[in-house]
C-alpha cells in the first residue's frame, strides 16, 4: 500500500499536536510539517539563562482543561507538571496597588463583606454593581461586546477598575471589541441560567481541584523542564520538519512554498498564525477571518538579585488602562513558579502594548525595557535588572471580536467543501494551549477519517 503523505502548516502548538495525533492515529502516514520560522514552538518559547528559566510566550495553562493534561501524560512528561502558586490579586488604580476583593472572579463580585469594604470602587459604583441582582437579561442571542454585557450588568465602574484590567491583560484587547460569546461563553450560559452574574457566579464557583488543596495553590499548570519540552517532544514524532519555509499557496493535494517548490499531499492542515488563512486559502471566509483584529505586544522578562524587587503576597498585578502607565500587568514569576528563578533571585514578566496603542513594541529592546522599569518603579521599588528578554508579537495576537463565532462558522463550513483542506489553530476555537491541543485533536480525527476513506477506496478500485 502506497504512503499517504500529510502535510501541516504551522509549528506552533497547534500544528505539533495535530501531527502528533495523525502520527498517532494512521501511524503509516508521513506527516511533514512545514514551518515559516528558523523554530518549532511559535508562541510557545523557552529561554534558559544563568539558572533562570523564561516563558517567552504562555508561562502554564488553566488546570481544569483536561486535554493538554492528558497529553502530557501520553508524552511521560507528567512527573515535570507543576501547579502555580496563588496569593492576593492586585491592580493598579488611582495610584496605588489595591487588593482585589477576595472571592471575586475575573472581576465579578461573589462575595458581599471584601466587595463592600474594598477601596476599588466607589459606593455609588458598589450600588450600581449591585443592581445586577435586579436587572433582567442582558445576552438576547445575538452576540455584543464585553464591555456591553459587563457596563449593562454591573456598571461603567466596575468594568473600569476591576474588569477591564483584567480581561485586558489576558486577552490584550479592547472590551469595546471583544465578542461575549467568543471570549467568555461561560457568562452567556451563567447569565441564562441564574440572570444575575453575582449570584450566578457565586453557585458556580470551582470547587478545590484535586491535588490543589493546599493554601497558595493556583489554577495553573505548567512543566518545570519548560514548555518547549513539549514542543520538542511533539516534534520527534514527526517524520520530517522543515524550517525557514513559508508556505504561499494550498490548493487540494499540494501546496506551494516561497521557494518556488511544490509539496503534494493527500491531507493538508493549516495551523498558521490568523493572518495567513485568507492569502494561503483565498476564499471569502477565510479572508473575513483572516482580517478580524489583531494585536501587537511584547514581553519583557527582567532577571533581579532578590532584595531589589519588592515583590506583595501574590503573584502580581494588572494595571487600569486609565493609569496611562506603558506596561499593561507585571508577573512576579518566581512567585507564581518558583521554580523559574535560581536560590537568591527572582524573575518579572511585564507585558507591554496596548490593542490602542502598541507603538511601544516598534522600538529597540533597550527602550522597552527602560520604559518598563520606569513603570514598574512607579508602582514600587525595583533595582536594576541582572539581564532582560524582549519577545514581540507583531500583529500576532488573534483577536475575537463581535460575530467572531459566526465567522468561524462560515469558515468551516467552506472549508468543509474543499477536499483533504483542514485548518486548526488559535484563531478559531480558543486561545488557550489546552483549547489549541483540543482544536488539533479533533482535526487529526477528521484528517485520520479521511485517509482511511481514500485508502478504502484505493482498495476497492
Ligand atoms: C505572551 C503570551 C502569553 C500567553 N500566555 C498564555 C498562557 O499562559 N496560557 C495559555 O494557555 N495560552 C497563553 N497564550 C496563548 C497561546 O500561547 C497561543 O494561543 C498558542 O500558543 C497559539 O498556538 P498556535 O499553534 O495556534 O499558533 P502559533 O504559536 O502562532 O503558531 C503558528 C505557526 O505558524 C507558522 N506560520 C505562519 N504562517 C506560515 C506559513 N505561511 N508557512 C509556514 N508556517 C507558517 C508561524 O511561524 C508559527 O510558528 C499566550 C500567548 C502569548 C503570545
Given at each position: 500500500m502506497t504512503e499517504q503523505q500529510v502535510i501541516v502548516i504551522g509549528a506552533g502548538i497547534s500544528g505539533l499536536a495535530a501531527a502528533y495525533y495523525v502520527k498517532k492515529q494512521q501511524p503509516r502516514a508521513n506527516v511533514i510539517l512545514l514551518e515559516a520560522s528558523e523554530r518549532i514552538g511559535g508562541k510557545v518559547k523557552t529561554v534558559r539563562r544563568d539558572g533562570f528559566l523564561i516563558e517567552c510566550g504562555p508561562d502554564g495553562y488553566m488546570a481544569r482543561k483536561p486535554t493538554l493534561t492528558e497529553l502530557i501524560k501520553e508524552l511521560d512528561l507528567e512527573d515535570k507538571l507543576v501547579r502555580s502558586n496563588t496569593g492576593t490579586s492586585y491592580i493598579y488604580v488611582r495610584n496605588r496597588l489595591r487588593k482585589m476583593p477576595k472571592g471575586s472572579f475575573m472581576g465579578i463580585p461573589t462575595k458581599m463583606m471584601p466587595m463592600v469594604t474594598t477601596d476599588l470602587i466607589s459606593p455609588f459604583g458598589k450600588l450600581r454593581a449591585a443592581m445586577d441582582l435586579f436587572i433582567p437579561r442582558v445576552y438576547k442571542d445575538k452576540d455584543i461586546s464585553l464591555e456591553e454585557f459587563f457596563s449593562r450588568r454591573l456598571g461603567s465602574e466596575l468594568v473600569t477598575n476591576m474588569i477591564e484590567p483584567l480581561l485586558s491583560g489576558i486577552y490584550n484587547g479592547k472590551l469595546s471589541d471583544m465578542s461575549l460569546e467568543a471570549t467568555l461563553p461561560q457568562f452567556v450560559s451563567v447569565e441564562k441560567k441564574y440572570r444575575s452574574l453575582i449570584l450566578g457566579m457565586k453557585q458556580i464557583q470551582p470547587p478545590k481541584q484535586a491535588g490543589a488543596s493546599?493554601?497558595?495553590?493556583?489554577r495553573f499548570l505548567t512543566l518545570s523542564c519548560g514548555l518547549d519540552v513539549l514542543t520538542e517532544k511533539l516534534a520527534s514524532f514527526v517524520d520530517d520538519i522543515r524550517l525557514n519555509v513559508s508556505v504561499t499557496h494550498v490548493e487540494p493535494g499540494k501546496v506551494a512554498l516561497d521557494n518556488g517548490a511544490v509539496i503534494e499531499g493527500e491531507a493538508i492542515l493549516l495551523a498558521t498564525s490568523p493572518k495567513q488563512l485568507g492569502p494561503l486559502l483565498d476564499f471569502r471566509e477565510a479572508w473575513d477571518l483572516a482580517r478580524d483584529k489583531r494585536t501587537t505586544t511584547a514581553t519583557v522578562a527582567m532577571a533581579f538579585e532578590k532584595g531589589s524587587v519588592e515583590a506583595m503576597d501574590g503573584t502580581g498585578y494588572v494595571i487600569s488602562r486609565k493609569e496611562g502607565l506603558d506596561i499593561t500587568a507585571c508577573s512576579w514569576m518566581d512567585r507564581k513558579w518558583p521554580h523559574t528563578a535560581p536560590e537568591g533571585c527572582s524573575l518579572i514578566r511585564t507585558y507591554v502594548g496596548k490593542a490602542e496603542d502598541d507603538g511601544i513594541v516598534q522600538e529597540e529592546d533597550d527602550t522597552i525595557v527602560s520604559k518598563a522599569l520606569a513603570s514598574l518603579r512607579k508602582i514600587g521599588k525595583v533595582g536594576n535588572p541582572l539581564f532582560s528578554v524582549v519577545t514581540r508579537q507583531i500583529d500576532n495576537m488573534p483577536q475575537y471580536t463581535v460575530n467572531h463565532n459566526q465567522r468561524v462558522q462560515a469558515f468551516e463550513k467552506a472549508l468543509d467543501r474543499i477536499p483533504g483542506i483542514y485548518a486548526c489553530g488559535a484563531i478559531l476555537h480558543g486561545v488557550g494551549l489546552p483549547d489549541c491541543v483540543d482544536g488539533a485533536k479533533k482535526v487529526a480525527e477528521q484528517i485520520a477519517t479521511y485517509l482511511k476513506g481514500k485508502q478504502k477506496a484505493m482498495i476497492t478500485k
Amino acid at each position: 500500500m502506497t504512503e499517504q503523505q500529510v502535510i501541516v502548516i504551522g509549528a506552533g502548538i497547534s500544528g505539533l499536536a495535530a501531527a502528533y495525533y495523525v502520527k498517532k492515529q494512521q501511524p503509516r502516514a508521513n506527516v511533514i510539517l512545514l514551518e515559516a520560522s528558523e523554530r518549532i514552538g511559535g508562541k510557545v518559547k523557552t529561554v534558559r539563562r544563568d539558572g533562570f528559566l523564561i516563558e517567552c510566550g504562555p508561562d502554564g495553562y488553566m488546570a481544569r482543561k483536561p486535554t493538554l493534561t492528558e497529553l502530557i501524560k501520553e508524552l511521560d512528561l507528567e512527573d515535570k507538571l507543576v501547579r502555580s502558586n496563588t496569593g492576593t490579586s492586585y491592580i493598579y488604580v488611582r495610584n496605588r496597588l489595591r487588593k482585589m476583593p477576595k472571592g471575586s472572579f475575573m472581576g465579578i463580585p461573589t462575595k458581599m463583606m471584601p466587595m463592600v469594604t474594598t477601596d476599588l470602587i466607589s459606593p455609588f459604583g458598589k450600588l450600581r454593581a449591585a443592581m445586577d441582582l435586579f436587572i433582567p437579561r442582558v445576552y438576547k442571542d445575538k452576540d455584543i461586546s464585553l464591555e456591553e454585557f459587563f457596563s449593562r450588568r454591573l456598571g461603567s465602574e466596575l468594568v473600569t477598575n476591576m474588569i477591564e484590567p483584567l480581561l485586558s491583560g489576558i486577552y490584550n484587547g479592547k472590551l469595546s471589541d471583544m465578542s461575549l460569546e467568543a471570549t467568555l461563553p461561560q457568562f452567556v450560559s451563567v447569565e441564562k441560567k441564574y440572570r444575575s452574574l453575582i449570584l450566578g457566579m457565586k453557585q458556580i464557583q470551582p470547587p478545590k481541584q484535586a491535588g490543589a488543596s493546599k493554601k497558595n495553590q493556583g489554577r495553573f499548570l505548567t512543566l518545570s523542564c519548560g514548555l518547549d519540552v513539549l514542543t520538542e517532544k511533539l516534534a520527534s514524532f514527526v517524520d520530517d520538519i522543515r524550517l525557514n519555509v513559508s508556505v504561499t499557496h494550498v490548493e487540494p493535494g499540494k501546496v506551494a512554498l516561497d521557494n518556488g517548490a511544490v509539496i503534494e499531499g493527500e491531507a493538508i492542515l493549516l495551523a498558521t498564525s490568523p493572518k495567513q488563512l485568507g492569502p494561503l486559502l483565498d476564499f471569502r471566509e477565510a479572508w473575513d477571518l483572516a482580517r478580524d483584529k489583531r494585536t501587537t505586544t511584547a514581553t519583557v522578562a527582567m532577571a533581579f538579585e532578590k532584595g531589589s524587587v519588592e515583590a506583595m503576597d501574590g503573584t502580581g498585578y494588572v494595571i487600569s488602562r486609565k493609569e496611562g502607565l506603558d506596561i499593561t500587568a507585571c508577573s512576579w514569576m518566581d512567585r507564581k513558579w518558583p521554580h523559574t528563578a535560581p536560590e537568591g533571585c527572582s524573575l518579572i514578566r511585564t507585558y507591554v502594548g496596548k490593542a490602542e496603542d502598541d507603538g511601544i513594541v516598534q522600538e529597540e529592546d533597550d527602550t522597552i525595557v527602560s520604559k518598563a522599569l520606569a513603570s514598574l518603579r512607579k508602582i514600587g521599588k525595583v533595582g536594576n535588572p541582572l539581564f532582560s528578554v524582549v519577545t514581540r508579537q507583531i500583529d500576532n495576537m488573534p483577536q475575537y471580536t463581535v460575530n467572531h463565532n459566526q465567522r468561524v462558522q462560515a469558515f468551516e463550513k467552506a472549508l468543509d467543501r474543499i477536499p483533504g483542506i483542514y485548518a486548526c489553530g488559535a484563531i478559531l476555537h480558543g486561545v488557550g494551549l489546552p483549547d489549541c491541543v483540543d482544536g488539533a485533536k479533533k482535526v487529526a480525527e477528521q484528517i485520520a477519517t479521511y485517509l482511511k476513506g481514500k485508502q478504502k477506496a484505493m482498495i476497492t478500485k
